[in-house]
């Protein structure tokens, strides 16, 4: 025994018994086929082809030993037959009798239950008793053959066509066994065989001689009783006996098996004797205490046969000629067979001896042979299974009694549930009140379920299966057979008139009739966890602190155990048809956390018609077992895990693979029944969601039944691409038995492609998707790889028939391929809490009617978010980069021309051509990194980017239109700049020249001076010098600088910018002149058509006042935005340029653009830009005399005036200037240099640390901020501002959040500090660059530096001017003193940045930080037509705007016409339910909110995706309802009571949830 466990690698498994999910799981063997090489792969081959019920399983051979013996010979071409003769011998291989023996041996209960009726299934015969060679013992196999029921038809039920099904271990049969004494020349089991085979259906029941490996001497297995049965099918034609019979069959000699023999002789009806030769005394024979009757079988052809010895044994037993057989020299095996078959027949008959194998234990017990049923686990568990299922009479009264919480209760508050979602019956209710009073249902429904005491089977029920491991298997297990043994009474008759009564369907009623009974009639271990979920969720909706709730937190953990050791989940209740959301989540995360971090699952799921073989094909594929019986059929859907092997993880992925077996799509005449179409369609939904490949099993014959099926996966499918999951699938036609099934089918599978296009173009159609054209739009899928033919299930006919062989391997073959698909599949495993995630959204999506519109899952939303952001850095990225380059581009434009640069081109033309070129080259390649980037972000597998790849083209073109932005936005700066500094030439040349004369006249005076030989004082100096200034100013040519007229140049540009919208536009230009407007505050006045426009509602809401309260706001809205745009441009105190004009005009028509909902009309466009023109006209024209008269040559000249005189006293008294002129260049050209580079570049620093802050990283974060910061004021003031004056408000918070970011000075000081060092470095060097240098004078050393310093600093070229002039400083020294003062300028910038708050440093900038963060917060600022909630959809060029949280319409100012009172209905509500709605879009027509879709195209409404979210919105209407009614003069909302509980918990909860955060 020991050196057998040990050649087949069993040793380990004798003591810790092999466990299911050790079989089971999937490792590299079960997906392989490499030839068996070695004795320890014999089990395990054994086993993988078992559980695949595959009848070759026996046939193991290890292949080298034959490989090593075919190699030698064929070498070997000559003649040589003592060498043929010497072939392979048997004795190396192992006989498979002894492999099926080690392995019961080295099983536990499970294991060896699995093993018994997977053989039954193959006809192979399955031990009974089975030795124990070690302890000389054998065991009754009672347990291991519980689960194996039989169907079949005796002769006697052959006329009503009824049947008999049970339990083999329950059913009252003959058995007849077969023995053998001594040697024996018949192959006893051989002879069996046959005996039990027609003559066209033989099968090898019993293991013999002449199978493979038969013939290999038998190790441990002599001893055993195999059991087999006969069993009839009700055609006397057919049938070998008409009744059924036991068969059990003893390997090895009776003489050392005394034991087997005695019970074999206490339960059979007969015993029948093989022999060659009789020992006369025949001891073993005669002293038996028989029941059995003896019949002796000998062979007359053997050598040792002897008659005599056979008459003696035949006297002392009293045996007649019919009780002995003999095979005569005349008779051959077909006629010896059916003379044995007669017998046998006879002795059934004769004798009316039967026997139940459960009966068969107290005479085991007698005989010292062990029951397998006998443990302590297994005993406790029958005792409390049998404690429950004993007090079930009748079924009905049962379940009602006893599980009271899963019938109508539940069903009712599943139809609660989805009218929640689709609001059908609502009528003219008022939909935020019928919604509450659903919830005041759905409150007192759970309160019913908890008032129910946890009823005596329940309690029983939950203490079994909270018992320890094996206990809790066996537990489940005998419930599971109770309850079948219960139901089948029942149930196998009433599924007959079913299946009976579909055929003809014309008895609507009737069917529906025994549907019916069928559910109540159903009682299965799923109705008791069915419960357990009930009692679950009904306890999680009482209080935390509640005891009952604590005392029922532990169920999920429980339930989670189960379904790790193997044991089905339901996740759809069929019979209510939902899932129980929060059971079936908690118990998902509880198995989560037992498994973490292994939790990476993959799912397969099937799809198709009732009865075709769903759970059949997956128990066949994976080993498991899914209930299958002609009493039962799957109802919803049941999910499996299977552990996967490590050696697989890295081909998969993953560590579990889930398993969903559902029930079968009703075919069409049922569907009409039951609206169960409905149900079939959110059942493939759900399934097709989760699953990462889904079998469908379709059934060519039935074309009508096909196209149906196909409708709905085809719908499932479809819905999921829309949704950004990307199943993949199979078909696989059942019944196709061919070998050229393949090629012939080619035409159905053309049919069924064919077939497919139609359904999606339906589906296309009716999911309002009708881009999806054919069924490879919609998923991948090629004809020739995605279909697989498997032929029938029976080789044969049941119920003697084996499981066809073609069957297992084509299903195998099936297994492989989906593994393959799976481990190549690109995206990677989902982890359990995702896919608890997935059942969630898609279940909550699947309630409502419209899947796609309602579908909002957390983790596209993770995804999205994850995208966005992604998405933001780059662009931000790209934006700072272009800032930088703009700033440099600048300062080189300032520039020009103030130093003969070596580079410099001739003409500011050539330069700003130049600048122009090198931006689109920047430009080009920012965006192609962009769109790289964009790409790579797609190709990686982790986070899901699968889920979002439905918005990669808004991305790119987002990428796209970005670029476009800013190439507009510089070349406008640059030639607006270019421009100025043109038209600042002829000026500077002025202020040059004025400069040389003066300089020319200090000269002359100081020699006068000095001819006179006199000391002069500085009194007399001052009074020279004062003369000959009046004199010079006088002589100096001052020529007037010219104003322009700003208002022409705006006027001109408005007219352009209004010229294509008609004669009617230019009409009221030219009523009003451009300079009287914008005088008084801007009052919108509606014209008499105007005042009509906005929404009416169903029960007519609002309009007029609001029509105008909302342009208004538009209008306040748009002046404060171009109000921001003339401040900064006040700031940049630069002169006025057209490019101003045109980027205001330009923002007004977007912002008009971006509010078409409010349809602005002629008269309101032209009067609102006529306001803002005028009064951007008259800033625009100060800002422009502003420039001028800084600029003015005189007056530029009359600052200077003192520092001149005190050069001229200097160089007259001849002192040293290089300290003093070293001080004036710092602070007058050097200082204000830096502090304006700083200001530059300060700006987009500033954006760059806040968009750190999560609240800036997207969208959606931002409105969540926002919305949160709202609430933890809870002020109404600030939700009045938020809603009326959305912007403004933004911009205040953005700008708030800003300043107390920056609250602390030292954190925009870094920055500050930084880019101060970084000019101090620059001057540094260029100082001692100048130094080395040729430059002779101090003139040329300055400009030295100046021309160094010019792609960094914009210096000042008055001041420097006004430096050059009467210097006299050496240049050695002056370097010297430079370098010092240089050193003190920068201690002196730094405290003064240290010391300015942060408000005056934004007054500077050049870059306004609150303005760029709001534009890029803002997006495309659509707001909702309905409610006015801000767009959040991610890039500029997003298709379809939505946004996180709708709101009721009462906060956009909407009133109900009759009574002025607001409105409480809300958008995500509205777009489900009935109502209508009228606006200016529908040409005042009533329009269904549900086809909202047709006026609004590019805006997505989706509905509430759980119905607290917009919880945030109704706190706020309750809390602030008076005061809005009095700030929008209307009368206060009447507030659903529900409302009014809303705590503020509660509503920052619900706007975690809306936006996804977790």
């Not at 003369?1027 to 140049?1049: N, P, Y």
Request: aromatic share 8%.
């Amino acid at each position: 025994m020991e050196s057998l466990l040990e050649d087949l690698g069993l040793e380990q498994h004798y003591k810790e018994k092999l466990s299911l999910s050790t079989i089971l799981q999937i490792n590299e063997k079960t997906i392989t086929d490499k030839p068996v090489k070695r004795n320890s792969d014999l089990p395990w081959y054994f086993l993988k082809k078992l559980m695949m019920v595959n009848v070759t399983a026996r046939n193991v051979k290890c292949t080298s030993v034959c490989d090593s013996n075919c190699d030698a010979s064929s070498g070997n071409t000559g003649l040589d037959l003592d060498n043929l003769l010497n072939s392979p011998n048997s004795g190396d291989m192992l006989n498979p009798l002894d492999i099926i023996t080690a392995l019961f041996l080295c099983s536990d209960g499970f294991v060896q239950q699995e093993m018994a009726l997977k053989m039954s299934m193959c006809q192979f015969s399955v031990p009974l008793l089975l030795p124990n060679c070690e302890t000389e013992q054998c065991t009754l196999m009672l347990w291991a053959m519980r689960d194996i029921v039989k169907k079949y038809r005796p002769q006697s039920l052959s006329e009503s066509k009824g049947f008999i099904e049970d339990r083999v271990v329950l059913s009252n049969l003959p058995m007849i066994s077969f023995v053998r004494l001594g040697e024996c020349s018949l192959s006893k089991s051989e002879i069996l065989n046959k005996l039990l085979s027609n003559s066209q259906q033989y099968h090898d029941t019993f293991v013999h001689c002449n199978m493979e490996c038969g013939d290999s001497p038998r190790r441990i297995s002599n001893g055993l009783v195999g059991i087999s049965w006969y069993l009839p099918c009700g055609n006397k034609n057919m049938d070998l006996f008409s009744e059924p019979v036991a068969v059990a069959n003893l390997r090895g000699d009776i003489a050392s098996f005394e034991t087997q023999y005695s019970f074999l002789c206490q339960t059979s009806t007969a015993v029948f004797v093989f022999f060659d030769n009789l020992d006369s005394e025949c001891r073993l024979l005669t002293n038996q205490h028989h029941k059995a009757q003896i019949y002796l079988v000998g062979n007359h052809q053997s050598k040792q046969f002897s008659l005599d010895a056979l008459k003696n044994v035949a006297t002392k037993l009293g045996l007649t000629n019919s009780n002995i057989i003999l095979k005569t020299k005349r008779m051959n095996d077909a006629d010896f067979v059916s003379n044995l078959r007669k017998t046998v027949r006879d002795a059934v008959e004769s004798s009316k001896k039967t026997m139940r194998i459960e009966q068969m234990t107290d005479i085991a017990h007698e005989l010292g042979i062990l029951v397998d049923e006998d443990s302590p686990e297994c005993q406790t568990a029958k005792k409390n299974a049998d404690a429950i299922t004993a007090e079930i009479h009748d079924t009905l009264k049962y379940k009602e009694a006893q599980l009271p919480r899963q019938g109508k209760i539940w069903k009712d508050l599943t139809c609660l549930e989805k009218e929640e979602f689709r609001l059908q019956k609502v009528g003219s209710e008022n939909i935020e009140m019928y919604k509450g009073n659903l919830k005041v249902q759905k409150t007192k429904l759970r309160g019913k379920q908890n008032s129910y005491d946890i009823s005596t089977a329940m309690t029983c029920f939950i203490n079994a299966v909270s018992s320890p491991g094996i206990e809790r298997c066996y537990f489940l297990k005998w419930m599971r057979i109770n309850l079948d043994n219960l139901s089948r009474e029942k149930l196998s008759g009433l599924r007959e008139q079913y299946k009976k009564k579909c055929k003809s369907s014309d008895n609507k009623e009737e069917i529906k009739d025994i549907d019916r009974q069928l559910s109540n009639s159903s009682l299965g271990t799923e109705h008791f966890f069915r419960e357990m979920g009930q009692i679950y969720e009904a306890s999680v909706s009482l209080p935390e602190t509640h005891p009952s709730r604590q005392q029922l937190q532990h169920l999920p953990k429980l339930c989670a155990g189960l379904l790790l050791d193997g044991f089905p989940l339901e996740l759809v209740d069929g019979d209510a048809s939902n899932i129980p959301l929060r059971w079936v989540s908690d118990v998902l995360s509880q198995l989560n956390a037992l498994v973490s971090p292994k939790s990476k699952i993959l799912v397969v799921t099937v799809l198709g018609v009732q009865s075709t073989g769903k759970s059949t094909l997956l128990n066949t594929m994976f080993g498991v077992q899914f209930a299958v019986s002609s009493g039962r059929c799957t109802r919803g859907a049941f999910m499996l895990l299977i552990r996967v092997n490590e050696d697989v993880k890295k081909v998969l992925n993953c560590d579990f693979m889930v398993i969903i077996d559902t029930e079968g799509l009703k075919s069409p005449e049922l569907a009409q029944l039951d609206d169960s179409h409905e149900h079939d369609n959110e059942l493939a939904t759900l399934v097709v969601g989760l699953s990462d490949i889904t079998i469908i099993n379709i059934a060519m014959e039935n074309s009508t039944e096909m196209k149906d099926i196909l409708q709905i996966v085809v719908h499932a499918f479809l819905r999921m691409k829309e949704v950004g999951k990307k199943p993949k699938c199979q078909f696989v036609h059942q019944n196709v038995s061919d070998v050229s099934a393949h090629e012939k089918n080619l035409r159905d599978r053309k049919l069924l492609l064919q077939q497919l296009n139609e359904m999606t173009q339906a589906a296309a159609k009716m999911e309002k998707k009708e881009e999806n054209k054919s069924f490879t739009d919609v998923m991948e899928y090629s004809p020739d790889t995605g279909n697989w033919y498997i032929p029938g299930l029976w080789n044969g006919n049941p119920p003697m028939a084996p499981v066809n062989a073609g069957y297992s391997e084509a299903v195998y073959e099936l297994k492989k391929n989906i593994i393959q698909m799976l481990g190549n599949c690109n995206s990677s495993a989902n982890k359990i809490s995702e896919f608890t995630e997935w059942m969630s959204s898609l279940w909550n999506a699947v309630k409502h009617e419209n899947f796609i519109f309602s579908f909002r899952n957390s983790l596209v939303a993770d995804a999205y978010m994850r995208l966005c952001t992604e998405f933001n850095k780059w662009e931000w990225e790209f934006k700072k980069d272009m800032y930088t380059w703009v700033t440099n581009a600048e300062t080189r434009i300032s520039n020009f021309g103030k130093f003969a640069l070596k580079s410099e081109k001739h003409d500011m033309r050539e330069l700003l051509t130049s600048l122009k070129n090198e931006a689109c080259t920047v430009l080009s390649k920012w965006e192609t990194k962009l769109l790289e980037n964009l790409t790579k972000y797609f190709k990686q597998t982790e986070g899901h980017v699968y889920l979002v790849e439905g918005y990669k083209e808004e991305f790119s073109n987002s990428a796209k239109s970005l670029r476009r932005e800013i190439q507009s936005s510089v070349l406008n700066q640059l030639t607006a700049a270019a421009e100025i500094k043109q038209g600042m030439a002829e000026l500077d040349r002025v202020k040059k020249n004025h400069t040389k004369q003066l300089e020319e006249r200090v000269c002359a005076l100081i020699e006068d001076c000095r001819k006179k030989k006199v000391k002069m004082t500085d009194t007399e100096l001052d009074k020279e010098f004062d003369e000959m200034w009046d004199k010079t100013l006088k002589e100096l040519s001052f020529c007037e600088q010219k104003v322009t007229d700003v208002f022409t140049s705006v006027s001109h540009n408005l007219r352009a910018n209004l010229s294509h919208k008609g004669s009617h536009a230019n009409e009221i230009l030219n009523k009003k002149d451009l300079k009287n407007c914008g005088q008084v505050p801007f009052k919108y006045k509606p014209t008499v058509e105007g005042a009509f426009n906005q929404f009416k509602h169903t029960v007519k809401k609002l309009f007029n006042k609001d029509q105008v309260v909302a342009m208004q706001q538009m209008a306040d809205s748009i002046i404060a935005a171009c109000e921001d745009i003339l401040i900064q441009k006040m700031e940049r105190k630069t002169n006025y340029h057209e490019t101003y004009i045109l980027e205001i005009l330009r923002m007004i028509d977007e912002r008009l653009q971006n509010n078409q909902n409010l349809k602005a009309d002629i008269e309101f466009e032209v009067s609102l830009k006529q306001y803002i023109c005028g009064f951007a006209a008259r800033t625009f024209q100060k800002m422009h005399e502003d420039f001028i008269l800084v600029n003015d040559p005189k007056t530029c000249l009359k600052q200077n005036k003192e520092k001149f005189c005190a050069d001229f006293k200097d160089v007259f008294n001849e002192r040293n200037q290089c300290q003093k002129k070293a001080e004036e260049f710092t602070d007058r050209c050097l200082k204000p240099a830096v502090e304006d580079f700083v200001n530059r570049s300060l700006g987009p620093d500033i954006i760059g640390e806040m968009l750190t802050c999560h609240q800036f990283s997207t969208r959606i974060f931002f409105q969540y901020s926002v919305l949160q910061d709202l609430l933890s004021k809870d002020d109404f003031e600030n939700y009045r501002r938020y809603i009326c004056s959305y912007e403004g408000y933004v911009k205040e918070w953005t700008l708030n959040q800003i300043k107390e970011h920056f609250s602390n000075p030292s954190k925009a000081f870094e920055f500050e500090d930084r880019h101060v060092q970084s000019s101090i470095n620059s001057i540094n060097n260029v100082i001692n660059k100048a130094k080395t240098g040729r430059s002779g004078n101090l003139k040329t050393f300055v400009e030295d530096i100046c021309k160094a310093l010019g792609d960094k600093l914009v210096i000042s070229q008055d001041a420097l001017g006004a430096f050059m002039i009467l210097n006299n400083a050496d240049k050695e020294q002056f370097a010297h003193w430079l370098t010092q003062c240089v050193k003190e300028m920068a201690q002196a910038l730094r405290e003064k940045f240290k010391k300015t708050n942060i408000e005056m440093k934004l007054r500077n900038l050049h870059v306004s930080p609150q303005n760029e963060l709001f534009t890029r917060l803002i997006g495309c600022g659509k707001q909702c037509p309905f409610c006015k909630a801000p767009c959040e959809a991610g890039g500029k060029a997003h298709t379809e705007h939505w946004t996180s949280l709708h709101r009721p319409e009462g906060f956009g100012r909407y009133r109900w016409d009759a009574t002025e009172k607001l409105v409480t209905d809300i958008c995500s509500s509205l777009v489900i339910s009935d109502a209508c709605f009228r606006c200016d879009a529908t040409k005042d027509e009533w329009h269904p909110y549900k086809r909202y879709k047709e006026i609004f195209p590019d805006w997505k409404i989706a509905p509430d995706v759980s119905l607290e979210a917009s919880d945030y919105w109704k706190y706020v209407m309750a809390k602030f309802n008076h005061e809005f009614a009095n700030a929008y003069k209307a009368r206060s909302a009447d507030i659903p009571p529900n409302w009014k509980n809303i705590t503020l918990k509660q509503a920052k909860v619900s706007l975690k949830e809306s936006f996804n955060i977790k």
